[in-house]
């Protein structure tokens, strides 16, 4: 009898038919069913067909970048930081490149602003897909003008004394921090004054105010007196005496002048009159000139400068030097007591250079006396004493008893030195002892004689006074215009002498 294969099998394992064991076809259905599980759980983890419902197979994709940069308003030099945002599909990139129309920028997206103003365009390109980029605008402001403050505004005049209708220039001193400025405007209490500050006196006497006022800052101001005089006073009558080496401390109330001083209670003193250098030289010749010139007394240089007898000369005024020691014309050195540093006339290129005009107008001090008797003294007299009557080499005693008997006297009874006349004595002093050098040759008196100045007057005002304020005044009172040098700006010292 032929047993079979599964009849040998069942032998074996009687028990396999009993419970009903698979056949081999459900085995190939059961191994397809775990496959499938495989599958759909591959599928949950991101794998799988690109083209099932519950994933995406295919390569990464950058869909956008956008841009932000803060602050977006900055100025030159300043910088500020960028940031890019990239969107896709996949597996993609963040990374970008960066890029700006102007100034840098760096990996990081740091903007730094370039040195002008502009508006910039800040680019970020996804590194990954260059055709997806994104922008921003940081606009760059020019750098704002530090902060500035006027702290002061000062105002000066010159001259601070003017007549009617004349002008004076007036300049600011803006002061402030930072980059401020210096710009001004300019009004008047009276008359007039321009944008540059030149002030035109009224029709009127008084005192006007000229006031600076910054543009920046309009509480910030600064002003100056302009004295305006009646019209101008002229006189066809002035005399200048010269004394010498002698201190304001050691004239004014000094027992050792009794008569200057008793002048100086009839007529006026300048109390802050200071001479301009140390030795004599000098300051005769800004006395003549405006200029210092030289400081050598050795010197007998002749000038050809603009100066007092120029102007004289050319405008027809008569003038007379009158000097001890010497003959008429004379234009030569040291001679005897006379000293050719004490007579600057002599040293003028005008009068030295032509024997002709210092025959007409150096005169031997004789003659002063005869002039005065015979009511022919010129319009300027300048009148030189020997060392020993100037208090150069002389006591002040003696200088002081020789101007009194040889000059005050005589004027007393001359009609211009009367009342109604119109003379005017000064008496000057070249320099200080020379232990005083404040201003340059020390601080000395100057006095003001005659029926035009005033009675017991003594300087009212703070303006320092020197020579070239001197011959200002003579050129003023003798009606020359334009001082030269130094007086030209130099104020007038008529604040000593009656208005008409």
């Not at 321009?194 to 006007?208: E, H, I, M």
């Not at 302009?226 to 002229?234: D, I, R």
């Amino acid at each position: 009898m032929r047993i079979t294969v599964h009849q040998r099998a069942a032998k074996r394992h009687p028990q396999r038919q009993k419970i009903g064991l698979p056949t081999t076809s459900v085995v190939s259905v059961i191994v397809s069913v775990i496959l499938y599980g495989m599958l759909m759980a591959l599928t949950a983890c991101g794998g799988g067909n690109p083209g099932g419902n519950g994933g995406n197979f295919g390569a990464p994709t950058i869909s956008s970048v956008s841009l932000s940069c803060t602050p977006t308003t900055v100025a030159m030099g300043a910088t500020s930081q960028c940031s890019a945002t990239v969107q896709g599909t996949g597996s993609f990139s963040s990374a970008v490149t960066w890029t700006a129309s102007a100034g840098a920028v760096n990996s990081s997206g740091l903007f730094t602003a370039q040195g002008s103003a502009a508006m910039v365009t800040v680019t970020a390109t996804s590194a990954q897909d260059s055709t997806k980029s994104g922008r921003a605008t940081v606009t760059v402001q020019a750098q704002p003008p530090p902060s500035s403050t006027i702290t002061s505004v000062a105002v000066s005049c010159m001259p601070s004394t003017v007549a009617m209708g004349a002008t004076s220039q007036c300049s600011a001193t803006v002061q402030g921090t930072g980059s401020f400025s210096s710009a001004v405007t300019w009004t008047a209490s009276a008359g007039a004054v321009n944008s540059s500050g030149l002030f035109t006196a009224p029709g009127s006497a008084g005192a006007v105010t000229v006031t600076a006022t910054s543009t920046q800052d309009a509480t910030k101001s600064g002003s100056a007196t302009v004295t305006v005089q009646s019209q101008g006073l002229e006189s066809k009558h002035v005399v200048m005496v010269m004394e010498e080496n002698q201190s304001y401390a050691t004239v004014v109330g000094d027992s050792a002048w009794p008569n200057l001083n008793r002048l100086i209670g009839a007529g006026a003193l300048a109390t802050n009159y200071y001479a301009n250098t140390h030795p004599s030289i000098g300051n005769y010749f800004m006395l003549t000139t405006g200029q210092v010139l030289t400081n050598d007394d050795s010197s007998t240089k002749v000038w050809n400068v603009d100066n007092l007898a120029r102007r004289m000369l050319a405008s027809g005024v008569s003038f007379r030097i009158y000097a001890e020691g010497i003959s008429r014309g004379y234009v030569g050195g040291n001679t005897g007591l006379y000293l050719i540093r004490h007579n600057p006339f002599a040293m003028l290129s005008d009068i030295a250079d032509s024997q002709q005009v210092a025959n007409a107008h150096i005169w031997p001090f004789t003659q002063f006396s005869i002039d005065v008797a015979n009511g022919t003294l010129p319009e300027f007299s300048f009148i030189v004493p020997d060392v020993n009557d100037d208090a150069h080499n002389g006591t002040p005693q003696q200088a002081d008893a020789w101007l009194e008997t040889k000059v005050v006297a005589p004027l007393s009874s001359d009609s211009a030195f009367e009342p109604g006349g119109d003379g005017i004595l000064i008496v000057d002093f070249d320099e200080a002892a020379t232990s005083d050098s404040s201003h340059g040759g020390g601080h000395v008196p100057a006095i003001f004689w005659g029926p035009v100045v005033k009675v017991g007057y003594t300087q009212s005002s703070n303006t320092i006074y020197q020579h070239q304020n001197m011959l200002r005044t003579v050129m003023d009172v003798l009606g020359l215009p334009n001082p030269p040098a130094a007086a030209a700006t130099a104020p007038t010292m008529t604040e000593f002498l009656l208005q008409r």
